[in-house]
């Protein structure tokens, strides 16, 4: 069911949960290198972008110490499945395109991987949820 083009079946609780795992396992790396303040800015910028096609993402909590979830959770209840995933996988990408127009592709192919590791996560979900 997680073939291209098809709808996600993974509750939004669980992309969420997915996620969150990335964001703190990407801004533990990548605050090591470029430090919090840096990211945060970074990072509110990605939240402030992708906001414009996904206004629930305004709900994203993003300070110094990292990025929160927490009051996505209660958002994304009422929005399809499919929604929440679509614009955190938004999120991510626009965080990347931030960081490679700012150090070049060095800090995202680091970071590759662990995106390789949450799209399987998904799909495993996905998987467990067809059934």
């Keep these: ?31 090591y290198l470029i430090g919090g303040i840096t990211l945060q800015v970074l990072m509110s910028n990605a939240v402030r972008r992708t906001s414009l096609a996904f206004p629930f993402l305004t709900q994203v909590s993003v300070t110094t110490c990292g990025v929160s979830l927490e009051k996505l959770r209660e958002v994304c209840c009422s929005l399809p499945k499919h929604e929440t995933r679509k614009a955190l ?12 127009s700012m150090s070049g592709d060095v800090i995202v192919r680091e970071l590759a991987p662990l995106v390789k590791n949450t799209e399987e996560k998904l799909e495993s979900a996905d998987e467990g949820s067809a059934i």
Excluded at 8 to 23: F, G, K, N, R, S
């Design 1 to 31: 069911m997680s073939e291209k083009g098809k709808k996600h079946d993974t509750p939004a609780e669980q992309v969420i949960e997915i996620y969150t795992e990335l964001l703190n396992e990407i801004w533990r790396r990548v605050a």
């Design 89 to 100: 996988q938004n999120l991510v990408a626009e965080l990347f395109s931030l960081l490679i």
